[in-house]
């Protein structure tokens, strides 16, 4: 690998990667596919339980098995998150039609998949990412579930396994397929983006999205092109992307593979590849000798599905707020930028309620988002009682309690429920009056003759390193009850004084 | 023993009114299958044991003061397409061989509620996908009339249990014509219903836009009692009309007063047998005499549909039948890979006839060839029923043959499959109309065997249809009137 990744962007908006060889720069271009499964509580087109975990084939019946004679019929709930999720996603809810995707596999009950083809039911949306960036979506469409095989014995994998399991419990799980459009550019941004659409689809209860059990899943069509250049590139389907962090890795590793590829006059192949997480590679899939072709036509065993405008017009009035919105409301109520990291991190986290809850009841915004970024990323964090957190901050504000001693006192918080007064006279922090501090800074000046000298003379390098040293003593003499500024402060009125 | 009851109306009110033993009644039909079902072979299951205990029950319930229902002690025999709760269910195809449904199809329940009794499975051209039942892996069905001849199809048994006596009433399934041919060539009445009026849960697909179950049986009224039991809306089956069943009984003794048919002109010249054609003719004087209006009509998009039929039907099949693959019930053939498996079991299992559709479909539906086979098909389609709305603009019922000619010999078309699709060309246009259609017997050919007159309707036109059914059936010659 000899290209090089920058996080440069261009125009504010671009990201590249620079060629070590050749210089030129590269631009990545990435459109992410999503599959969900949405949260009913029964599948597509029966009424089997819609579980993850059970015992393997047992919620089937003849419809998921796909059994000679049986007919699918459409569950309402599918419709309804569908379409809830559609909305959340800007798209337009348009007359659809269930299609039929002909291809074999044995994890498929009935050789084929009922999905959306031509007529999707979701079309023409966007996402904002945290950052502004807006990517387009083509077009969010249901679909019904596979079940899952299992190789057995042998090399454990399809070719070359003693046999197969297959477990049929998923199939006909209902899933949304989100196809966006190619506007991402950099690996970090397809991430935010994966980020963001997992809020919305938890915001509107149509997923829980979980990747690590599968209830979300994403391949990422990755190209490259010369910035400047306006047509796409070829492009690889990226698979088997089972954590954000693979994501990120794959893309970035898929990037630089088509780059040297070009710059060495090759070409891309148009493929699907699968990512190696040990490896931190991407693999070409199995090739097949032929295109796929998977036949299409309209499902005849279902009716068109035509949602009238006062449904889509409910939805709408049932929406609940979502990330983008959240975030506005919380950077206006804390007095900050929507795109701050704190910000995006409190709704992320769904703590954005008692953020506001806490501002409200008249904490500190910066101080309160600052908690919520670093020290609330625990269980039980949403319970906190806003009152509490709002006169921790006011304490911390007012110069009672340390950064250090604050931290400590909302971890109790959050554990115990108590009152951040009652803890921090249980704890034993009390403000620290200025004299009591000098004394012990003096003291500890008056241990460390050389230290000091370095200190007053020093570079700012140098200076730099034995500030640390001199506050973590002042912090261990005190157990962490002087406050870091104020310490600072009495080392620089020192040193004045001693020049 | 005193004489039973033959008609299923009949039967039922014996048994109702306590007169005769659903259990006699079903002996003497076991005893009519003993017969002759080894020269008929119009069962792949005959269910003796299942029926007399259902039989029994009937008996029970009368005993007990209770009403079994309008179908009460009536033997009836199932198309082997029509799951069966644990009852094997073949579509007279080796791939289903051994398979056990576990469950019941709508129309089983429907019939078992109503007091019939189910008699047994009957062959059909593998997974209904023929005109003659030579297309059964276990056997042809012989006609009764002539075991010479073929009994139609694809419901070849169906029609031969009836026309044989071994049940008053069947059901089939019709995609092209399959309840209609052959009950034409076997000289029963059989009954296509419009698409959606009776429930296809449980009916092994063939080609899912077309598929309908309907009744056979000796009379008009049997079917619509028959009708009457197995329509209502379904919601198992998302294409079934939202609609509780109509009340044909009722109806039958209206007559056709003031009703205006059409002789289908596209359906009456070139390809249609001249006695066949005279029959048509001769019922449509009878209604005539009877007080319709005579009239000729012509729907010229019926031309096509043949050739629509034979690519939107196997383009459809070629779906249906993927599942069959070996993975997770009926046959098997062991091979390395799955893919390898997957070919050799569906190469063992599948016949010739129901491999050439599922070529002839999955290649209407390729890539490239999907717009001008498969897309153009639809088009047709679409004509089709368009050119049937404008002809029931002036007229409230249509006529024509049902099939070209009478019942052929075993052989005579099974080397040419095009000569055997056309046998299909009268009834196919209903199916992909959507709309109901019956062939009702009315005398014989030239060779003294009978000939079907079909009556064709709009949809959900039954009614009216059943209304022409009856003066037909009332008006018709018997077979050993001489063709004149």
Redo the contacts between chains.
């Keep these: 690998m000899s290209a090089n990744l920058t996080h440069e962007p261009i125009e504010g908006e671009h990201f590249t990667v620079t060629s070590e060889s050749t210089g030129d720069v590269w631009e990545i271009v990435v459109g992410l596919e999503v599959h969900c499964e949405l949260a009913t509580a029964t599948k597509l087109f029966c009424s089997c339980p819609n579980m993850f975990g059970d015992e393997p084939n047992t919620n089937v019946c003849?419809v998921c098995?796909?059994?000679?004679?049986?007919?699918?019929?459409?569950n309402h709930q599918v419709v309804e998150l569908a379409m809830r999720l559609g909305r959340a996603l800007n798209c337009s809810v348009e007359p659809s039609v269930f299609a039929?995707k002909?291809y074999?596999y044995?994890d498929m009950?009935?050789?084929?998949q009922v999905s959306q083809f031509d007529r999707p039911i979701n079309v023409d949306g966007w996402l904002d990412l945290p950052d502004g960036t807006r990517v387009g979506i083509e077009r969010a469409h249901i679909e019904e579930d596979t079940g899952k095989n299992s190789h057995a014995g042998g090399s454990g994998r399809?070719?070359g396994a003693d046999y197969?399991l297959?477990d049929y419990n998923r199939a006909g799980v209902p899933l949304v397929e989100i196809v966006g459009r190619p506007h991402i550019r950099h690996p970090e941004q397809a991430k935010a983006y994966i980020d963001e659409l997992r809020a919305i689809l938890l915001a509107t209860g149509a997923s829980d999205a979980k990747m690590e059990e599968g209830s979300l899943r994403v391949d990422a069509n990755v190209s490259v092109r010369r910035v400047g250049d306006t047509e796409l590139g070829k492009r690889c389907e990226v698979k088997n992307l089972n954590s954000l962090r693979s994501l990120g890795r794959a893309i970035e590793y898929e990037a630089r593979r088509q780059v040297d590829l070009l710059e060495t006059g090759e070409r891309v192949k148009q493929e699907t590849r699968h990512w190696d997480e040990g490896a931190g590679r991407t693999r070409p899939g199995r090739s097949k000798e032929e295109a796929e072709?998977y036949?299409?036509?309209q499902e005849?065993?279902?009716?068109p599905l035509a949602p009238s405008a006062e449904w889509v017009t409910a939805i709408d009035a049932a929406m609940p707020s979502l990330p983008a919105a959240r975030r506005v409301a919380l950077a206006e109520a804390a007095g900050v930028e929507p795109t701050e990291t704190a910000v995006v991190v409190a709704v992320q986290r769904d703590l954005d309620a008692l953020a506001l809850a806490a501002i409200a009841a008249g904490g500190d915004g910066t101080r309160v988002l600052l908690h919520v970024e670093h020290n609330l990323a625990v269980d039980g964090a949403e319970s906190l009682d806003p009152a509490h957190f709002a006169q921790l901050v006011t304490l911390e504000v007012a110069g009672q309690l340390t950064a250090t001693q604050a931290k400590t006192v909302l971890g109790d918080m959050v554990e115990s429920g108590k009152a951040p007064e009652v803890i921090a006279a249980e704890r034993g922090f009390e403000a620290m009056d200025t004299s009591e501090l000098e004394g012990i800074v003096d003291g500890i000046i008056a241990e460390s003759p050389d230290e000091w000298a370095d200190y007053c003379g020093g570079d700012d390098k140098r200076r730099g390193k034995l500030q640390g040293f001199f506050v973590g003593k002042v912090m261990k003499a005190t157990k962490g009850q002087a406050d870091g500024k104020a310490v600072n402060a009495v080392l620089d009125a020192r040193r004045a004084a001693s020049s | 023993m005193p004489d039973l009851p033959t008609t299923a109306l009949d039967i039922a009110a014996a048994v109702r009114a306590g007169e005769v033993s659903a259990v006699e009644v079903l002996d003497a039909h076991l005893a009519a299958i003993d017969a002759r079902e080894g020269e008929i072979n119009a069962f792949n299951l005959v269910l003796a044991d299942e029926a007399r205990a259902a039989a029994a029950a009937v008996d029970a319930r009368v005993a007990a003061g209770e009403d079994p229902g309008p179908l009460a002690g009536v033997p009836l025999a199932l198309k082997d397409n029509l799951c069966t709760r644990g009852v094997p269910t073949t579509c007279s195809s080796r791939i289903l061989e051994g398979w056990r449904p576990p469950y019941d199809a709508t129309v089983v329940q429907r019939v078992a509620a109503a007091g019939a009794v189910a008699i047994g499975k009957t062959n059909l051209d593998e997974f209904a996908m023929g005109s003659s039942t030579e297309n059964s892996a276990f056997g042809p069905t012989r006609n009764p009339r002539d075991t010479a001849r073929v009994p139609g199809g694809s419901s070849g048994g169906s029609a031969a249990a009836v026309a044989a006596g071994f049940a008053p009433i069947s059901l089939g399934s019709d995609t092209g014509g399959s309840i209609r041919q052959p009950a034409a060539l076997c000289g029963v009445v059989g009954v296509k219903p419009t698409y959606g009026l009776v429930s296809r849960y449980g009916l092994v697909a063939f080609a899912s836009s077309l598929d309908q179950i309907g009744p056979f049986s000796t009379t008009v009224a049997d079917s619509a009692l028959l009708l009457e039991a197995i329509a209502g809306h379904d919601h198992r089956d998302s294409t079934s009309i939202d609609q509780a069943a109509p009340s044909l009984l009722d109806v039958l003794d209206r007559g056709v007063e003031g009703l205006r048919i059409g002789l289908v002109t596209e359906l009456m010249g070139e390809g249609i047998a001249p006695d066949v054609a005279a029959r048509v003719r001769q019922a449509a004087e009878a209604l005539s005499a009877a007080g319709a209006t005579i009239g000729e009509v012509s729907v010229p998009a019926a031309s096509y549909g043949l050739s629509a039929y034979y690519l939107i039907a196997p383009a459809e099949a070629s779906s249906n039948l993927a599942r069959y693959d070996g993975v997770r019930y009926g046959m098997r053939v062991d091979a390395p890979t799955t893919a390898e498996m997957n070919t050799a079991t569906r190469t063992a299992g599948f016949g010739d006839e129901v491999k050439r559709r599922i070529m002839l479909g999955t290649y209407a539906l390729s890539a490239g060839y999907y717009d001008a086979y498969y897309g153009k098909a639809l088009k047709v389609r679409t004509l089709i029923m368009r050119d049937f709305e404008a002809a029931y603009e002036n007229f409230d019922l249509l006529l024509s043959p049902t099939s070209p000619t009478t019942a052929f010999r075993f052989g005579d078309k099974t080397d040419d499959p095009l000569s055997m699709y056309l046998n299909d060309i009268c009834t196919i246009p209903t199916n992909l109309a959507g709309h109901p259609a019956m062939s009702v017997p009315f005398g014989g050919g030239a060779d003294g065997m009978p000939v079907g007159v079909q009556l064709l309707a709009p949809a959900l036109g039954e009614a009216t249809m059943f209304r022409a059914a009856a003066v037909v059936e009332a008006a018709a010659p018997s077979l050993e009137e001489a063709y004149a």
């Excluded at chain 1, 098995?65 to 459409?74: A, E, I, Q, R, T």
């Excluded at chain 1, 009950?109 to 084929?112: A, E, G, S």
């Excluded at chain 1, 005849?300 to 009716?303: F, G």
């Design positions: 003849p098995l796909g059994l000679p004679g049986s007919l699918p019929v459409l039929r002909n074999f044995p009950p009935k050789d084929y399809i070719h197969s297959v072709d036949r299409y036509f005849p065993d279902l009716v």
